[in-house]
């Protein structure tokens, strides 16, 4: 068997010979010289984005107060640094709205919710857009080396029954997603 294959081997060895010398001598080869190719190559990463609270804390809670003059109207407006690499624009939405429920006590009633709460955003505290399951574009003003910071503010504003009492809560999923 060792011995069929080793004949085999050099077989196909000398066949691929006898090809080459055959069109050797009845092709006319010409040699063309290809010259130089320049390829230029950009490596770009995907836009990021970073998102924290302006004071720094890691704390991702926010509580609302109610209002002076209305104490059945709560908010909270609180500041966030939105941080973009490789882009400047990025939209924004609600992925549920947000409703805030009473934290059932065993051997309670059941719950009772404040109203639907309106979530804004934007830079400037008296031209904040209302948020919802549609997105919003923002585009970021002030960019260098491919990373652009700015702040803008977050208001959750809420409306309570007027026979409530206990602690709510809620969660609330806004979705960032950076433009190309």
Do not use: C
């Amino acid at each position: 068997m060792k011995i069929f294959i080793y004949f085999a081997k050099i077989r196909i060895h000398f066949s691929f010979i006898f090809l080459i010398l055959f069109f050797s001598q009845t092709l006319a080869i010409e040699t063309v010289e290809l010259g130089e190719v320049h390829l230029s190559l950009q490596v770009t990463t995907s836009p990021k984005i970073f998102i924290k609270k302006s004071n720094n804390l890691v704390s991702t809670d926010l509580e609302l107060k109610n209002h002076p003059q209305n104490i059945f109207e709560y908010q909270i407006t609180e500041p966030f640094l939105v941080k973009l690499t490789n882009s400047s624009e990025y939209q924004l939405k609600l992925k549920t709205p947000l409703i805030l429920e009473k934290q059932i006590i065993s051997g309670s009633s059941s719950a009772q919710d404040f109203l639907k709460a309106e979530v804004r955003w934007g830079k400037k505290r008296e031209h904040l857009k209302t948020l919802t399951q549609d997105p919003l574009f923002f585009k970021q003003e002030n960019s260098l080396n491919n990373i652009s910071e700015e702040t803008y503010f977050l208001n959750i504003s809420t409306q309570a029954n007027k026979s409530i009492y206990g602690k709510y809560q809620g969660s609330l999923i806004l979705i960032f997603e950076p433009m190309a």
